[in-house]
C-alpha cells in the first residue's frame, strides 16, 4: 500500500488570512478518504491547491510519486487528478452528454468512442434519462451528479469530490453513497471527499482529516475521530457522536 | 472526416441543402446582373460571417476587428499581384500566412497575459486601427491614394488570375460559402469544436477537465483569421481597388458579425442565413427609401438600425435557432437551442 497522494507542510495565506496551514496528511491508493470541518475551515482552499487552481504558499504536493504543487489545472487533471466545483460550474448551454463528453475527451480523442463513455458514466450516475436536457435546466442535485459525471469522464486516479451531497435527500445520499463505494471497490479509484454530510462520511471514508481554521486539527479512522473532544467542540458539537 | 461532415443530418436537411444550392446554382440563369451582385454580397458575408463565428460563437472570443484579417488577405494577394504578377491563388496562401501570423501575435498578447472579455475585443479593434493608419502609410502598396487592380473589358473568365465577369465570383463565393459550412460543421463536431464550447462556456471548468485553454483559443483565432483572410482575397479581385481607409475601418468589421448575431450565435446556418436576411433587407430598404423620397443621408442607417434592435430583442438568440427547431434540424450539437452567450 502506497500514498498516491501525499501532502507536506501546505500552506495559503489570501491577504493575511491564512487559510490553509502546515497542513499535512497522505491518502493511500484505493482508500476513500475524507475532509470535515466548520465552514471558512480551508477545506475547499485544500482542494483548490491539490488541483492547481491556487498555488500553495509553502509546502509540497506530491501525486504518483511526482511533485505537482503550481502546475496548472489543465496539467495536473491530465496527470490523473479529477475534481468537482462545490458551487457547480456546468457547461450551462451544453446538453448534460456534451458536458460529459468534453470530460471523457480527454482520454478518448475519437468523438464517436468519447460518447460511447459519456454514455456510460451518465447511466452510472443516472442521468442518462436526462443526456439531452440542458445543463442549465437541471435541478441542483442533477447539476451536483453532472459534477460528478464530467470529473469521473476524464478517467482520473484520484476524485476530488468538493461537497456533491449537499442539497441532496437522503435518499439521493444513498444512492451517491453507492455510485461512489461501487467505483472505488470496482475500479480501484481512490477518493478524497469534502463533506459536511456525516451519515456520507461514517459510510464511506476509511479515514477523516478534520480542519478548522485552516489547521489540521485530527485526522484518522471516523469513529475515533467524532470521538475527538477537539472535533465535538470545533466542528461536531455535542449531539452527532455515534 | 466523414463522420464529422456528414453523420447526424437528416434526410431533409440534405433535401433542403440540396435544393437551396440547385436554386443558387441556378439563380445566374435567371436573375438580372444587379441580383447577381447582390448574392456575391451576401455570400462574401455568410462566408466572412461563419469564420468569425469560429471565434465567437464556437470559442467565446469576441472579435470586433475581422476587417483587420479581410484587409491583410485583400492587400497581401492585390500585392503581390500587382507587383509581382503573382496569382491570387498563390496570394491566397500568402495571405493565410501572414494573418495567421499576425492573429497568432494577437492571440499570444492577450491569452498569455489573461486579456479577456471586452479587453480582448479592444485589443482587436486596436490591431484593426493599427493597421489602418499603418497601411495608410505604406508608398508599396499605394498607401492612402489606393491599391488599384488593373481592369479591363472581360470577355471570357480567367479563373486562375481571377479576372472576369460578375458571374464567376458569383460562383466562387457560393462554393466558398458552402466550404466554410461543411469546415465548421466538422470544426463544431470535432474534439477541439467540444473543448470550445466548454471554454466559451466556463473557461476555468474546461480548464479543470484537461482542457489546455491557451492553445484551443490560439487555434479558434488563427483558423478564423486565416478563413476570414480568403475573403479578403476575393474582395481585391472583385472590387480591384483597395483603400486602407475603407478596407480595415471597424465599419467593416461591424458588418461581418451582424450576419451571425442576427441569425444565430455559434449556430452553423445562423451566419448564413443573417446574411441573407441582412443584405436582402439592407437592399430593400434603399429601394423603399427612395420610393417614398426619403433620401436624407443617415435615413437608412436610422430604419437600418431600429429594426436590427426589434430582430434581437424579439430573437435575442437569433432567427436561424427558432427555425431549426420549427423545421426539425437542431442538431445534438448545439444548433437551435437557446444558448446563454456571455458577452
Ligand atoms: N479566493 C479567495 N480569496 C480570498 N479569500 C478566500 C479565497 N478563497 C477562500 N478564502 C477564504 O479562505 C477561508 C477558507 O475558505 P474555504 O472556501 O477553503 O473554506 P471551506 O472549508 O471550504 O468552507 P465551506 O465549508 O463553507 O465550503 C475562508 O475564510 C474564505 O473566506
Ligand atoms: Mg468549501
Known amino acids: 500500500m502506497s500514498a498516491l497522494l501525499e501532502i507536506k ?87 448534460v452528454h456534451d458536458n460529459v463528453m468534453v470530460g471523457a475527451l480527454l482520454r478518448e480523442p475519437d468523438t464517436s468512442r468519447a460518447s460511447v463513455r459519456a454514455h456510460e458514466i451518465l447511466r452510472l450516475l443516472g442521468l442518462h434519462d436526462k443526456r439531452d436536457m440542458i445543463a442549465s435546466s437541471l435541478t441542483l442535485p442533477d447539476r451536483k451528479r453532472l459534477e460528478v459525471a464530467r470529473a469521473l469522464a476524464t478517467d482520473p486516479k484520484l476524485l476530488l469530490l468538493d461537497e456533491v451531497m449537499a442539497g441532496l435527500r437522503p435518499t439521493e445520499t444513498d444512492v451517491m453513497v453507492d455510485i461512489l463505494r461501487d467505483l472505488n471497490r470496482t475500479s480501484g479509484l481512490t477518493i478524497v471527499l469534502i463533506e459536511h454530510v456525516m451519515r456520507a462520511v461514517m459510510a464511506l471514508a476509511g479515514r477523516v482529516l478534520v480542519l478548522h481554521h485552516g489547521e489540521a486539527i485530527a485526522q484518522g479512522e471516523p469513529a475515533a475521530v467524532v470521538r475527538d473532544p477537539a472535533v465535538i467542540k470545533s466542528y461536531l458539537g455535542t449531539e452527532v457522536v455515534g | 472526416m466523414k463522420k464529422l461532415l456528414i453523420d447526424g443530418v437528416p434526410g431533409h436537411g440534405w433535401l433542403m441543402l440540396a435544393v437551396t444550392t440547385a436554386l443558387l446554382l441556378a439563380a445566374p440563369l435567371f436573375v438580372n446582373d444587379y441580383l447577381i451582385t447582390v448574392l456575391i454580397l451576401i455570400f462574401y458575408f455568410a462566408y466572412a460571417g461563419q469564420a468569425w463565428n469560429i471565434m465567437m460563437g464556437f470559442a467565446g472570443q469576441l472579435s470586433l476587428g475581422h476587417a ?61 486601427e493599427f493597421a489602418r493608419i499603418g497601411f495608410d502609410h505604406i508608398k508599396f502598396l499605394g498607401a492612402s491614394s489606393g491599391l488599384f487592380l488593373p481592369v479591363k473589358q472581360y470577355v471570357s473568365n480567367d479563373l486562375w488570375s481571377l479576372r472576369g465577369k460578375p458571374v464567376m465570383f458569383y460562383y466562387l463565393m457560393l ?41 484551443c483559443k490560439m487555434y479558434a483565432v488563427v483558423i478564423s483569421a486565416a478563413m476570414t483572410s480568403v475573403a479578403g482575397v476575393f474582395f481585391a479581385f472583385y472590387y480591384n481597388n483597395l483603400f486602407p481607409e475603407q478596407v480595415f475601418h471597424i465599419s467593416r468589421s461591424i458588418e461581418i458579425i451582424l450576419g451571425p448575431i442576427i441569425g444565430g450565435i455559434g449556430t452553423l446556418v445562423g451566419p448564413i442565413v443573417g446574411a441573407f436576411v441582412l443584405t436582402i433587407f439592407s437592399e430593400g430598404m434603399t429601394e423603399l427609401l427612395e420610393v417614398f423620397k426619403l433620401t436624407s443621408p443617415g435615413a437608412k442607417q436610422v430604419f437600418y438600425g431600429i429594426a436590427l434592435l426589434v430582430v434581437i430583442l424579439l430573437m435575442p438568440h437569433g432567427i436561424w435557432p427558432p427555425i431549426a427547431r420549427a423545421l426539425g434540424l437542431a442538431e445534438k450539437s448545439g444548433e437551435g437551442k437557446p444558448t446563454d452567450e456571455k458577452p
Open chain 2, 68 to 128: 483587420l484579417y479581410v484587409g491583410l488577405g485583400a492587400y497581401a494577394a492585390a500585392g503581390l499581384y500587382v507587383h509581382f504578377g503573382v496569382g491570387p491563388w498563390i496570394g491566397m496562401g500568402a495571405a493565410i500566412i501572414i494573418s495567421g501570423v499576425v492573429a497568432v501575435i494577437l492571440g499570444y498578447l492577450a491569452f498569455r497575459f489573461g486579456v479577456g472579455g471586452v479587453y480582448f475585443a479592444i485589443l482587436t479593434i486596436a490591431f484593426a
Open chain 1, 9 to 95: 507542510g501546505l500552506s495559503k495565506n489570501f491577504r493575511g488570512l491564512k487559510a490553509v496551514q502546515n497542513v499535512s496528511f497522505d491518502v493511500t491508493q484505493g482508500e476513500i478518504y475524507a475532509v470535515i470541518g466548520p465552514n471558512g475551515a480551508g477545506k475547499t482552499t485544500l482542494f483548490n491547491m491539490i488541483a492547481g487552481a491556487y498555488a500553495p504558499n509553502d509546502g509540497t504536493i506530491i501525486f504518483a510519486g511526482e511533485r505537482i504543487e503550481g502546475l496548472p489545472p489543465d496539467a495536473v487533471c491530465r496527470r490523473g487528478i479529477g475534481r468537482t466545483f462545490q458551487i457547480v460550474r456546468p457547461f450551462p448551454a451544453l446538453s
Open chain 2, 175 to 215: 462554393v466558398l460559402m458552402l466550404v466554410a459550412l461543411g469546415i465548421c460543421r466538422m470544426l463544431l463536431r470535432s474534439r477541439l469544436g467540444y473543448y470550445w464550447r466548454a471554454i466559451r462556456e466556463d473557461e476555468q471548468a474546461a480548464q479543470s477537465l484537461g482542457i489546455d485553454v491557451f492553445r
